[in-house]
């Protein structure tokens, strides 16, 4: 197998499903170790949860203790309005401040799911926002992907949803982090839509899914992962691919389940590319 164009790192929520973040509240520096361990080159935050961390020549220094990149940072908001509030404005630019210190790191945005009300008006109040956000981040020479979800009061969930979003993404500023999860969670093929918007992507969501309800331990659910990394490979995907476990194993034990996916990825995945 030649040497593949992407790197694997992971996700921080797989810790923050646990009793909403209180549990691991203040401990990335852990998280940075067990991601390490689990053999990942790389993480992603969620902004709002780093902690002390935020600050970034601490961040610099654990990182550098454990070998791990800054993969990305991922800046999850309401943005219900028709703009920003001054509240959001000013995290995200404290998100972007932070991510220029990290070259080549990735600013993820996420809209936190509040209801399908309004749906027409506010998918395009939220990529409005978005590609707002994305243009002042490319100003700080930072590169932004935006990352869809699927719990039912997403907006950014159903077939419907991608086309009217992806399709109104300037592509000059932001990019499109496909979560194959989420997608197939969405109703979707998870290949299939990679492959109608590839020229979008930028950045890229692992988790697996078995439908009882949702999510499952990576592996052990119904997501062509090996047919996806390989389209990728095959595709020459330069950026990231960042595991975001949200089976229900991560509710009692995400070190577990983040050093079963390092462990599942190495092992079972990676020796089967061509």
């Known amino acids: ?6 790197r694997f790192g992971a996700e921080v929520y797989t810790w923050f499903m646990s009793n909403n973040g209180e549990t691991y509240k203040g401990q990335l520096g852990h998280m940075i170790e067990v991601i390490s361990k689990a053999g990942f080159t790389g993480i992603q935050p969620i902004f709002t949860w780093m902690g002390p961390l935020a600050d970034a020549d601490a961040l610099e220094e654990k990182l550098k203790e454990q070998n791990i990149s800054l993969a990305a940072v991922a800046l999850a908001l309401d943005w219900n309005g028709n703009k920003e509030t001054d509240e959001e404005k000013k995290i995200a630019d404290e998100a972007i ?8 790191s990735v600013l993820c945005t996420v809209q936190i799911p509040t209801g399908r009300h309004d749906l027409d008006q506010r998918r395009k109040n939220l990529v409005d926002i978005v590609n707002t956000v994305s243009a002042r981040a490319k100003d700080q020479g930072v590169t932004s992907s935006f990352h869809p979800n699927s719990p039912h009061t997403s907006i950014t969930r159903t077939e419907e949803d991608y086309k009217v979003i992806l399709e109104s ?3 000059k500023v932001t990019g ?3 979560d194959v999860g989420h997608i197939i969670n969405g109703g979707m093929d998870p290949l299939t839509k990679m492959k109608e918007y590839k020229s979008l992507i930028n950045h890229v969501h692992y988790k697996d899914w078995d439908g009882k309800p949702e999510f499952t331990l990576m592996g052990n659910g119904k997501v062509e992962l090996t047919s996806i990394t390989q389209w990728l490979k095959d595709e ?3 950026g990231w691919i960042i595991c975001e476990d949200e089976g229900q194993e991560a509710l009692k034990d995400p070190d577990f389940v983040t050093l079963h996916d390092g462990k599942w990825v190495h092992e079972s995945l990676i020796p089967k590319l061509k």
């Not at 197998?1 to 992407?6: C, K, N």
């Not at 401040?97 to 080549?104: A, C, E, N, W, Y």
Request: charged share 25%.
């Open 1 to 6: 197998m030649s040497e593949l164009p992407f």
């Open 97 to 104: 401040k932070l991510l220029s210190r990290f070259p080549g």
């Open 169 to 171: 993404l300037d592509p």
């Open 176 to 178: 499109w982090c496909p």
């Open 236 to 238: 020459k995907f330069d």
